[in-house]
């Protein structure tokens, strides 16, 4: 059956001939070598769509939904290469990137249209909506508040902006009977403040005025001292105004740009009890993953995919290859430094990496690494926290005891932004809940 045909079969109008075959599904197609494991049948997608869930490494310039892009873009006068959301699914936010510049072009023009706080209110408010309707019940957003800082908006506002479209979306969620009658897990947000490793002019409106006035700094001192102030913005928006400001991340292209620079930044941050994360082996060796735990103190990774690879190694002076990763994973493994694994995107940022079968997930889950799996971009990779799971069971074999064990460490490991004690009634509520739903579909 020719492709015409199927369309005509569907009741389409149009014959769509012109249009390029698409590349295949390649997230779903279970590609198993001998003597790998057999997915559970019984682990359905349903199934997991009920379990409470979180999501620790997500973008929100990177989880757009595309109407709303669109119609932000027109509101703006930002000129998209297509007006369909068909369109720029083929042109811009595709199922496969030949590099990773390919897969960044995207956050041209999300980034264009979140530079007002109306938008960035309505996009973080349909982000959790849209994590709630799969029911991802904890949520922490990452951004960088200096991409949206212009004349007239702080990187205070910015963050505020952000904070109030979370908390509209979560207090609509929690009046819900079974959530008010305290019945089920209610939903929680934190936020996750990104400095970037480094940037360019182009970058935004603040990162342009900061080069332009450093004409004879070195770039990584003005990238550094974006950093400190972006961390400054962070506890003020936290201690001043109440926002729920949970995190500070290091994000950007690692080759090059070392965690070193942004010491100062993660200091300040550390000495607030502000928690850490770093992007860091997710494009690189060991030995990023090797900074940003030594430089940063860092509590989680993002990504992490190569943290015991001794073949990623780049630094000559390192000699015994083995001996320093088995040393480094031993030492995340005990702290319990968690990885916020993401399979989409590695699989189409990585060029070496053609199916998940290559991922290393399954090789630090059996080191007991800590992981959870997030998804780093809903847009971009066009996927939702149950599918990355589902990823998980369909093609790397996760059986319910890793299902469980990989979701419940997102709710341990998160950034919570209670005390303590709220944190392990919640952890513990959640649970409970999971339970009742595994015994409700398994009964
Ligand atoms: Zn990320």
């Not at 082996?281 to 995919?305: C, K, M, N, V, W």
């Not at 916020?340 to 991922?359: A, D, G, K, Y």
Request: glycine share 6%.
């Amino acid at each position: 059956m020719t492709r015409v045909q199927v369309e005509v079969s569907r009741g389409v109008a149009t014959p769509r001939a012109y249009r390029k075959p698409r590349p295949p599904r390649y997230a779903l197609r279970p590609i198993r070598l001998p003597g790998d494991p057999v997915p559970d049948s019984r682990i359905t997608r349903a199934f997991v769509a009920d379990l409470p869930k979180s999501d620790l490494h997500v973008h929100l310039d990177g989880s757009l939904r595309i109407p709303t892009l669109i119609e932000l873009a027109r509101e703006s006068r930002l000129e998209l290469p297509s007006y369909t959301e068909a369109g720029l699914r083929e042109t811009v936010y595709k199922e496969r990137y030949t590099s990773l510049g390919d897969y960044l072009k995207g956050f041209r023009y999300t980034v264009g249209v979140m530079q007002t706080a109306e938008a960035l209110e309505r996009i973080a408010a349909e982000l959790a909506e849209d994590n709630q309707a799969e029911g991802v019940r904890y949520l922490e957003v990452r951004f960088a508040p200096q991409l949206h800082v212009r004349p007239g908006l702080d990187a205070i506002q910015v963050l505020a902006a952000v904070d109030r479209g979370l908390r509209r979306a979560r207090d609509a969620f929690n009046r819900r009977p079974e959530i008010a009658e305290g019945r089920e897990p209610h939903f929680e947000y934190g936020i996750i403040c990104c400095a970037l490793r480094m940037f360019g002019a182009g970058s935004s409106c603040h990162y342009d005025t900061l080069l332009a006035a450093h004409p004879f700094t070195r770039p990584k001192d003005v990238y550094a001292m974006a950093s400190l102030d972006a961390a400054r913005a962070a506890v003020l928006a936290r201690d001043t105004l109440g926002l729920q400001v949970v995190g500070f991340d290091l994000a950007g292209e690692e080759a090059g740009y070392p965690a070193s620079a942004h010491k100062a930044a993660f200091e300040l941050a550390h000495k607030h009890f502000l928690k850490r994360t770093v992007h860091a082996g997710e494009a690189y060796g060991p030995e990023s993953i090797f900074q940003a735990i030594t430089d940063l103190h860092t509590d989680r990774i993002g990504h992490g995919t190569y943290l015991l690879e001794a073949d990623q190694i780049r630094d000559p002076e390192i000699e015994d290859r083995e001996r320093y990763v088995e040393k480094l994973g031993n030492y995340v493994a005990d702290r319990r430094i968690t990885l916020e694994i993401c399979l989409t995107s590695n699989l189409q940022t990585n060029p070496e990496m053609t199916s998940l079968q290559q991922h290393t997930f399954r090789k630090l889950r059996a080191a007991r690494i800590s992981t959870t799996l997030c998804t780093d971009n809903r847009l971009m990779s066009n996927t939702t926290v149950t599918n990355e799971l589902m990823l998980a069971v369909e093609q790397l074999g996760f059986d319910r005891h890793d299902l469980k064990s990989i979701i419940i460490y997102g709710f341990k490991r998160s950034f919570w932004p209670g005390d303590y004690l709220s944190k392990r009634q919640y952890v513990r509520q959640v649970i409970d809940h999971y339970d009742a739903v595994e015994r409700r579909h398994f009964a």
